[in-house]
Protein backbone atom coordinates (compact mmCIF):
# COMPACT_ATOMS: atom_id res chain seq x y z
CA UNK A 1 0.00 0.00 0.00
CA UNK A 2 3.11 2.78 1.01
CA UNK A 3 4.59 1.64 -2.49
CA UNK A 4 1.03 2.11 -4.56
CA UNK A 5 -0.17 5.29 -2.55
CA UNK A 6 2.79 8.01 -4.10
CA UNK A 7 2.46 6.67 -7.77
CA UNK A 8 -1.38 6.65 -8.09
CA UNK A 9 -1.93 9.77 -6.92
CA UNK A 10 0.60 11.35 -9.15
CA UNK A 11 -1.45 9.85 -12.03
CA UNK A 12 -4.93 10.52 -10.53
CA UNK A 13 -4.09 14.56 -10.09
CA UNK A 14 -3.35 15.68 -13.11
CA UNK A 15 -6.69 13.84 -14.75
CA UNK A 16 -8.81 15.67 -11.65
CA UNK A 17 -7.04 19.19 -12.80
CA UNK A 18 -8.59 18.62 -16.39
CA UNK A 19 -11.52 17.46 -15.60
CA UNK A 20 -12.23 20.43 -13.60
CA UNK A 21 -10.63 23.13 -15.19
CA UNK A 22 -11.88 21.80 -18.75
CA UNK A 23 -8.32 23.00 -20.55
CA UNK A 24 -5.45 23.13 -18.17
CA UNK A 25 -1.46 22.20 -18.64
CA UNK A 26 0.80 21.43 -15.89
CA UNK A 27 4.54 21.60 -16.82
CA UNK A 28 7.32 20.27 -14.21
CA UNK A 29 11.42 21.32 -14.40
CA UNK A 30 14.69 21.14 -12.62
CA UNK A 31 17.87 23.02 -12.80
CA UNK A 32 20.93 21.66 -11.30
CA UNK A 33 23.77 24.07 -12.61
CA UNK A 34 27.42 23.33 -11.12
CA UNK A 35 30.55 26.67 -11.37
CA UNK A 36 33.34 25.88 -10.33
CA UNK A 37 35.56 28.53 -10.34
CA UNK A 38 39.48 29.89 -9.72
CA UNK A 39 39.29 33.37 -9.09
CA UNK A 40 42.71 35.38 -9.13
CA UNK A 41 41.23 38.78 -8.57
CA UNK A 42 37.67 38.20 -10.00
CA UNK A 43 35.59 41.45 -8.75
CA UNK A 44 38.71 43.57 -7.68
CA UNK A 45 42.42 43.42 -7.92
CA UNK A 46 44.21 40.80 -6.14
CA UNK A 47 46.82 41.78 -3.20
CA UNK A 48 50.42 40.40 -4.80
CA UNK A 49 50.90 37.36 -3.10
CA UNK A 50 48.02 36.04 -1.99
CA UNK A 51 46.48 32.67 -3.07
CA UNK A 52 44.01 32.32 -5.47
CA UNK A 53 40.52 30.84 -4.62
CA UNK A 54 39.01 27.79 -5.93
CA UNK A 55 35.56 26.43 -4.87
CA UNK A 56 32.48 24.60 -6.51
CA UNK A 57 28.90 26.26 -6.10
CA UNK A 58 25.75 24.85 -6.92
CA UNK A 59 22.56 26.23 -7.66
CA UNK A 60 19.40 23.43 -7.59
CA UNK A 61 16.13 24.91 -8.46
CA UNK A 62 12.88 23.08 -8.97
CA UNK A 63 10.30 24.72 -10.96
CA UNK A 64 6.09 23.72 -11.41
CA UNK A 65 4.07 25.97 -13.69
CA UNK A 66 0.18 25.77 -13.98
CA UNK A 67 -2.29 27.38 -16.63
CA UNK A 68 -5.96 27.15 -17.02
CA UNK A 69 -8.62 29.34 -18.27
CA UNK A 70 -7.40 33.00 -17.50
CA UNK A 71 -5.13 32.16 -15.02
CA UNK A 72 -1.29 31.21 -15.30
CA UNK A 73 0.53 30.32 -11.82
CA UNK A 74 4.54 29.71 -11.60
CA UNK A 75 6.29 28.18 -8.44
CA UNK A 76 10.52 28.18 -8.19
CA UNK A 77 12.20 27.22 -5.21
CA UNK A 78 16.09 26.87 -5.58
CA UNK A 79 19.08 25.82 -3.09
CA UNK A 80 22.36 27.81 -3.55
CA UNK A 81 25.64 26.88 -1.71
CA UNK A 82 29.04 26.23 -2.14
CA UNK A 83 30.36 22.49 -1.97
CA UNK A 84 31.54 21.75 1.59
CA UNK A 85 29.70 24.56 3.06
CA UNK A 86 27.71 21.81 5.06
CA UNK A 87 28.66 19.18 7.14
CA UNK A 88 28.17 15.84 5.73
CA UNK A 89 25.73 14.27 8.44
CA UNK A 90 22.95 17.02 10.31
CA UNK A 91 24.64 20.25 10.42
CA UNK A 92 23.83 22.08 13.85
CA UNK A 93 26.20 24.76 13.90
CA UNK A 94 25.70 26.89 10.30
CA UNK A 95 24.71 30.21 11.04
CA UNK A 96 21.06 31.42 9.49
CA UNK A 97 23.14 33.81 7.23
CA UNK A 98 24.48 31.06 4.94
CA UNK A 99 21.30 29.29 4.53
CA UNK A 100 20.82 29.21 0.49
CA UNK A 101 17.59 27.85 0.70
CA UNK A 102 14.57 30.50 -0.77
CA UNK A 103 11.59 30.85 -2.64
CA UNK A 104 12.54 32.25 -6.17
CA UNK A 105 9.23 33.19 -7.49
CA UNK A 106 5.80 32.93 -7.02
CA UNK A 107 3.13 34.23 -8.63
CA UNK A 108 0.16 33.82 -10.13
CA UNK A 109 -1.05 36.05 -13.26
CA UNK A 110 -5.26 36.50 -14.09
CA UNK A 111 -6.11 37.22 -17.32
CA UNK A 112 -8.24 40.30 -17.37
CA UNK A 113 -9.93 40.04 -21.03
CA UNK A 114 -11.38 37.16 -22.10
CA UNK A 115 -9.06 34.53 -23.84
CA UNK A 116 -10.99 34.66 -27.05
CA UNK A 117 -9.45 37.89 -27.80
CA UNK A 118 -6.71 36.98 -29.73
CA UNK A 119 -5.09 40.55 -30.42
CA UNK A 120 -4.91 41.80 -27.44
CA UNK A 121 -4.87 40.87 -23.75
CA UNK A 122 -4.88 42.90 -20.49
CA UNK A 123 -3.69 40.69 -17.16
CA UNK A 124 -2.27 40.97 -13.83
CA UNK A 125 0.67 39.40 -12.57
CA UNK A 126 0.80 39.44 -8.56
CA UNK A 127 3.44 37.66 -6.20
CA UNK A 128 7.43 36.95 -6.21
CA UNK A 129 8.85 36.98 -10.09
CA UNK A 130 11.50 38.13 -12.36
CA UNK A 131 11.29 41.55 -14.11
CA UNK A 132 13.25 41.31 -17.08
CA UNK A 133 13.30 44.15 -19.67
CA UNK A 134 14.93 44.51 -23.02
CA UNK A 135 18.10 43.48 -22.60
CA UNK A 136 18.24 43.55 -18.70
CA UNK A 137 20.78 46.56 -18.35
CA UNK A 138 18.21 48.05 -15.87
CA UNK A 139 15.71 45.42 -15.10
CA UNK A 140 16.85 41.85 -15.27
CA UNK A 141 17.09 38.45 -13.13
CA UNK A 142 20.36 38.45 -12.87
CA UNK A 143 20.47 34.90 -13.80
CA UNK A 144 24.27 34.68 -13.92
CA UNK A 145 24.51 34.92 -10.68
CA UNK A 146 23.88 31.80 -8.69
CA UNK A 147 21.22 33.25 -6.35
CA UNK A 148 19.55 35.27 -9.37
CA UNK A 149 17.68 38.25 -9.01
CA UNK A 150 13.82 38.52 -8.00
CA UNK A 151 11.20 40.90 -6.64
CA UNK A 152 7.83 40.94 -4.89
CA UNK A 153 4.92 42.71 -6.81
CA UNK A 154 2.01 43.58 -8.64
CA UNK A 155 2.46 44.38 -12.51
CA UNK A 156 -0.62 45.35 -14.98
CA UNK A 157 -0.41 44.52 -18.50
CA UNK A 158 -1.57 45.66 -21.49
CA UNK A 159 -0.27 44.07 -24.07
CA UNK A 160 -1.67 43.92 -28.61
CA UNK A 161 0.27 43.73 -31.71
CA UNK A 162 2.42 46.01 -31.41
CA UNK A 163 2.46 47.68 -28.32
CA UNK A 164 3.47 46.79 -24.33
CA UNK A 165 2.25 48.62 -21.58
CA UNK A 166 3.22 47.44 -18.25
CA UNK A 167 2.68 49.26 -15.16
CA UNK A 168 4.22 47.57 -11.11
CA UNK A 169 4.45 48.82 -7.73
CA UNK A 170 6.16 47.02 -5.03
CA UNK A 171 6.35 47.65 -1.25
CA UNK A 172 8.76 46.01 1.42
CA UNK A 173 8.60 45.27 4.80
CA UNK A 174 10.23 43.41 7.24
CA UNK A 175 7.67 41.45 8.97
CA UNK A 176 3.59 41.63 10.16
CA UNK A 177 4.10 44.92 12.18
CA UNK A 178 1.65 46.39 14.66
CA UNK A 179 1.91 49.92 13.69
CA UNK A 180 4.18 51.75 11.53
CA UNK A 181 6.17 50.90 7.78
CA UNK A 182 9.42 51.82 9.10
CA UNK A 183 11.57 49.14 6.73
CA UNK A 184 15.28 48.13 7.71
CA UNK A 185 16.74 47.56 4.09
CA UNK A 186 19.62 45.34 5.09
CA UNK A 187 18.25 41.92 5.82
CA UNK A 188 19.73 39.15 6.93
CA UNK A 189 21.47 36.48 4.24
CA UNK A 190 24.40 36.26 2.21
CA UNK A 191 22.74 36.76 -1.13
CA UNK A 192 22.07 40.60 -1.37
CA UNK A 193 22.87 41.54 -5.14
CA UNK A 194 22.57 44.98 -6.13
CA UNK A 195 24.33 48.53 -6.58
CA UNK A 196 22.66 50.42 -3.49
CA UNK A 197 25.19 50.17 -0.95
CA UNK A 198 23.50 46.80 -0.11
CA UNK A 199 20.60 48.51 0.77
CA UNK A 200 17.10 47.00 -0.62
CA UNK A 201 14.03 49.65 -1.75
CA UNK A 202 11.56 50.33 0.48
CA UNK A 203 8.90 50.63 -2.52
CA UNK A 204 9.50 51.12 -6.12
CA UNK A 205 7.34 51.90 -9.46
CA UNK A 206 7.44 51.79 -12.98
CA UNK A 207 5.70 52.33 -16.02
CA UNK A 208 7.26 50.50 -19.50
CA UNK A 209 5.82 51.74 -23.21
CA UNK A 210 6.98 49.22 -26.16
CA UNK A 211 6.42 49.89 -29.52
CA UNK A 212 7.41 46.62 -32.27
CA UNK A 213 8.43 48.70 -35.33
CA UNK A 214 8.89 46.42 -38.61
CA UNK A 215 12.32 44.63 -37.98
CA UNK A 216 13.06 46.53 -34.05
CA UNK A 217 11.35 47.50 -31.38
CA UNK A 218 11.87 51.38 -29.25
CA UNK A 219 10.90 51.37 -25.65
CA UNK A 220 10.22 53.95 -22.93
CA UNK A 221 11.08 53.57 -19.45
CA UNK A 222 10.08 55.54 -15.92
CA UNK A 223 10.72 53.70 -13.05
CA UNK A 224 10.99 55.64 -9.13
CA UNK A 225 12.34 53.64 -6.12
CA UNK A 226 12.53 54.89 -2.70
CA UNK A 227 14.47 54.17 0.36
CA UNK A 228 14.43 54.09 3.60
CA UNK A 229 15.72 57.28 5.26
CA UNK A 230 17.89 57.07 8.46
CA UNK A 231 20.29 58.78 10.84
CA UNK A 232 23.26 57.44 12.05
CA UNK A 233 24.29 57.22 16.09
CA UNK A 234 26.56 55.60 18.15
CA UNK A 235 25.45 52.28 19.76
CA UNK A 236 28.20 50.38 22.15
CA UNK A 237 30.78 52.88 20.51
CA UNK A 238 29.82 51.76 17.04
CA UNK A 239 28.49 54.02 14.69
CA UNK A 240 25.26 52.68 13.33
CA UNK A 241 22.29 53.40 10.63
CA UNK A 242 19.50 53.82 12.39
CA UNK A 243 15.89 53.48 10.16
CA UNK A 244 13.52 56.51 10.24
CA UNK A 245 10.07 56.80 8.53
CA UNK A 246 9.92 58.38 5.78
CA UNK A 247 12.06 58.01 2.44
CA UNK A 248 14.63 58.94 -0.30
CA UNK A 249 13.38 59.21 -4.20
CA UNK A 250 15.06 58.10 -6.97
CA UNK A 251 14.01 58.16 -10.77
CA UNK A 252 15.20 56.89 -13.78
CA UNK A 253 13.65 57.36 -17.16
CA UNK A 254 14.99 56.86 -20.95
CA UNK A 255 14.50 54.50 -24.30
CA UNK A 256 15.74 52.05 -25.71
CA UNK A 257 16.38 51.36 -29.27
CA UNK A 258 16.78 48.30 -31.59
CA UNK A 259 16.83 47.92 -35.12
CA UNK A 260 17.82 44.78 -37.74
CA UNK A 261 18.86 45.61 -41.04
CA UNK A 262 19.98 42.86 -43.12
CA UNK A 263 23.31 41.94 -42.09
CA UNK A 264 23.39 44.30 -39.10
CA UNK A 265 21.80 44.89 -35.97
CA UNK A 266 22.02 48.25 -33.91
CA UNK A 267 21.29 49.02 -30.40
CA UNK A 268 20.83 52.41 -28.56
CA UNK A 269 19.93 53.59 -25.18
CA UNK A 270 19.86 56.24 -23.27
CA UNK A 271 19.15 56.96 -19.80
CA UNK A 272 18.97 59.82 -16.74
CA UNK A 273 18.68 59.84 -13.41
CA UNK A 274 17.96 62.02 -10.99
CA UNK A 275 16.35 63.01 -6.83
CA UNK A 276 17.92 61.65 -3.99
CA UNK A 277 19.79 57.98 -3.53
CA UNK A 278 19.61 55.52 -0.77
CA UNK A 279 22.21 57.08 1.11
CA UNK A 280 20.32 60.88 0.54
CA UNK A 281 22.64 62.37 -1.63
CA UNK A 282 21.32 64.48 -4.70
CA UNK A 283 22.20 62.50 -7.71
CA UNK A 284 22.22 63.80 -11.37
CA UNK A 285 23.35 60.89 -13.92
CA UNK A 286 23.46 59.75 -17.11
CA UNK A 287 23.68 56.57 -19.18
CA UNK A 288 24.53 56.23 -22.83
CA UNK A 289 24.93 53.41 -25.02
CA UNK A 290 25.65 52.27 -28.25
CA UNK A 291 26.72 49.21 -30.72
CA UNK A 292 26.44 47.25 -33.47
CA UNK A 293 26.58 43.59 -34.79
CA UNK A 294 27.34 42.75 -38.04
CA UNK A 295 26.89 38.98 -39.29
CA UNK A 296 29.97 37.89 -41.34
CA UNK A 297 28.40 34.30 -42.21
CA UNK A 298 25.96 32.38 -40.59
CA UNK A 299 28.85 31.18 -38.33
CA UNK A 300 30.63 33.66 -37.47
CA UNK A 301 29.75 37.86 -36.16
CA UNK A 302 31.22 40.90 -34.86
CA UNK A 303 30.97 44.21 -33.65
CA UNK A 304 31.62 47.03 -31.39
CA UNK A 305 29.70 49.43 -28.94
CA UNK A 306 30.29 51.77 -26.15
CA UNK A 307 28.98 52.84 -22.97
CA UNK A 308 29.39 55.79 -20.79
CA UNK A 309 27.79 56.31 -17.26
CA UNK A 310 28.32 59.37 -15.63
CA UNK A 311 29.33 59.15 -11.60
CA UNK A 312 26.20 59.77 -10.19
CA UNK A 313 23.89 56.68 -12.52
CA UNK A 314 23.45 53.59 -10.75
CA UNK A 315 22.21 50.71 -13.11
CA UNK A 316 19.30 49.78 -10.50
CA UNK A 317 18.52 46.12 -11.36
CA UNK A 318 20.17 44.49 -14.26
CA UNK A 319 22.49 42.33 -15.31
CA UNK A 320 26.27 43.92 -14.94
CA UNK A 321 27.79 40.62 -15.78
CA UNK A 322 26.52 40.78 -19.24
CA UNK A 323 27.71 44.56 -20.37
CA UNK A 324 30.60 45.19 -18.27
CA UNK A 325 33.15 42.83 -18.27
CA UNK A 326 33.10 38.74 -17.01
CA UNK A 327 35.06 39.58 -14.19
CA UNK A 328 32.52 41.89 -12.65
CA UNK A 329 34.72 44.94 -11.29
CA UNK A 330 31.98 47.75 -12.69
CA UNK A 331 28.35 47.85 -10.90
CA UNK A 332 28.40 44.86 -8.73
CA UNK A 333 29.22 44.14 -5.55
CA UNK A 334 33.12 45.95 -4.94
CA UNK A 335 32.61 49.26 -5.54
CA UNK A 336 35.14 51.32 -7.92
CA UNK A 337 34.94 55.16 -6.08
CA UNK A 338 32.01 56.85 -7.54
CA UNK A 339 33.97 57.71 -10.66
CA UNK A 340 31.55 56.69 -13.83
CA UNK A 341 32.58 54.37 -16.54
CA UNK A 342 33.86 54.64 -20.35
CA UNK A 343 33.52 51.38 -21.75
CA UNK A 344 35.12 50.72 -25.43
CA UNK A 345 34.26 46.83 -26.92
CA UNK A 346 34.85 44.63 -29.82
CA UNK A 347 32.74 41.72 -29.51
CA UNK A 348 33.05 38.60 -31.75
CA UNK A 349 30.32 35.16 -31.94
CA UNK A 350 31.00 32.11 -33.50
CA UNK A 351 28.79 29.00 -33.64
CA UNK A 352 30.20 26.55 -36.35
CA UNK A 353 27.47 24.01 -35.62
CA UNK A 354 24.44 23.33 -33.51
CA UNK A 355 26.73 21.99 -30.29
CA UNK A 356 29.26 24.67 -30.01
CA UNK A 357 29.27 28.19 -29.45
CA UNK A 358 32.00 30.43 -28.57
CA UNK A 359 32.24 34.64 -27.84
CA UNK A 360 35.50 36.62 -27.56
CA UNK A 361 35.50 40.27 -26.41
CA UNK A 362 37.77 42.50 -25.13
CA UNK A 363 36.78 45.86 -23.12
CA UNK A 364 38.77 49.07 -22.47
CA UNK A 365 37.57 50.89 -19.18
CA UNK A 366 38.67 54.57 -18.45
CA UNK A 367 36.54 56.01 -15.95
CA UNK A 368 34.02 59.09 -16.35
CA UNK A 369 35.43 61.74 -14.36
CA UNK A 370 38.78 62.68 -13.17
CA UNK A 371 41.38 60.83 -10.76
CA UNK A 372 43.93 63.43 -8.82
CA UNK A 373 47.06 63.08 -10.41
CA UNK A 374 46.68 59.78 -12.48
CA UNK A 375 45.07 58.42 -15.51
CA UNK A 376 41.56 58.05 -16.19
CA UNK A 377 42.41 54.36 -17.81
CA UNK A 378 41.52 51.59 -15.60
CA UNK A 379 42.60 48.67 -17.68
CA UNK A 380 42.01 46.20 -20.87
CA UNK A 381 40.10 42.99 -19.91
CA UNK A 382 39.74 40.29 -22.74
CA UNK A 383 37.05 37.22 -21.88
CA UNK A 384 36.62 34.06 -23.89
CA UNK A 385 33.65 31.68 -23.59
CA UNK A 386 32.87 28.44 -25.31
CA UNK A 387 29.74 26.71 -24.82
CA UNK A 388 28.60 22.37 -25.74
CA UNK A 389 25.35 21.30 -26.10
CA UNK A 390 25.21 18.11 -25.31
CA UNK A 391 21.87 17.36 -25.11
CA UNK A 392 18.58 19.83 -24.82
CA UNK A 393 18.72 19.34 -21.46
CA UNK A 394 22.77 18.84 -21.03
CA UNK A 395 24.48 22.18 -21.22
CA UNK A 396 28.67 22.68 -20.49
CA UNK A 397 30.07 26.20 -20.27
CA UNK A 398 33.89 27.49 -20.23
CA UNK A 399 35.49 30.65 -19.51
CA UNK A 400 38.50 32.41 -18.99
CA UNK A 401 39.07 35.92 -18.52
CA UNK A 402 42.18 38.24 -17.78
CA UNK A 403 42.26 41.95 -16.72
CA UNK A 404 45.43 44.06 -17.30
CA UNK A 405 44.52 46.78 -14.65
CA UNK A 406 46.61 50.16 -14.42
CA UNK A 407 47.40 52.02 -11.08
CA UNK A 408 44.29 53.97 -11.41
CA UNK A 409 41.92 51.17 -11.01
CA UNK A 410 43.53 50.19 -7.26
CA UNK A 411 44.18 53.56 -5.70
CA UNK A 412 42.68 55.24 -3.09
CA UNK A 413 39.95 56.89 -4.29
CA UNK A 414 38.60 54.06 -6.51
CA UNK A 415 39.14 50.40 -5.83
CA UNK A 416 41.72 51.28 -2.57
CA UNK A 417 43.71 47.77 -3.37
CA UNK A 418 47.20 48.45 -1.70
CA UNK A 419 49.82 46.77 -3.41
CA UNK A 420 47.63 45.29 -5.85
CA UNK A 421 48.96 42.98 -8.60
CA UNK A 422 48.87 44.44 -12.21
CA UNK A 423 47.37 41.13 -13.88
CA UNK A 424 44.15 39.39 -13.24
CA UNK A 425 42.31 36.59 -14.11
CA UNK A 426 39.89 34.25 -13.68
CA UNK A 427 38.57 30.84 -14.99
CA UNK A 428 35.22 28.73 -14.70
CA UNK A 429 33.67 25.13 -15.74
CA UNK A 430 30.06 25.26 -15.19
CA UNK A 431 27.62 22.02 -16.35
CA UNK A 432 23.42 22.96 -16.36
CA UNK A 433 21.17 20.02 -16.56
CA UNK A 434 17.64 21.26 -16.99
CA UNK A 435 15.39 18.32 -17.99
CA UNK A 436 11.63 19.35 -18.24
CA UNK A 437 8.37 18.08 -18.93
CA UNK A 438 4.74 19.16 -19.82
CA UNK A 439 1.02 17.34 -18.54
CA UNK A 440 -1.74 18.52 -20.59
Known amino acids: ?200 YKSLEFVYVSRKLKKGNLSFLFLSDQFSKYHTDSIEHVATKVWETGTYTRMTTGLFYTQQLNRMSYTAAAYHQFGTNGNGQTVNGSLLSGSFQYSVSKAFSAGAGVDYTTPDFDPLYGTPHKFWGNVDYFYVASGFGNKGLQDYYVKTKLKPGTRWAFTGDVHEFYAASAITGMSKQFGTEADVTANYTLTKMIGLEAGYSHFWNTASLSSPTVKNIKNAGSNSNWAYLSVNIRPEFLIK
Open 1 to 200: MKKWFPRRVSMILPGLLLSQYGYAQLNFGAQLRTRTELRNGQGAPQVQGADPAFFTSQRTRLMAGFSAYRIKLGLTVQDVRVWGQDASTINRTTTPDNNGFMLHEAWAEILLTDTIVKNKSLSLKVGRQELVYDDSRLLGNLDWLQQGRRHDAAVLKYESNYWTLHTAVAFNQNKENASGTVYNPTPAGNYTANTNGGNA
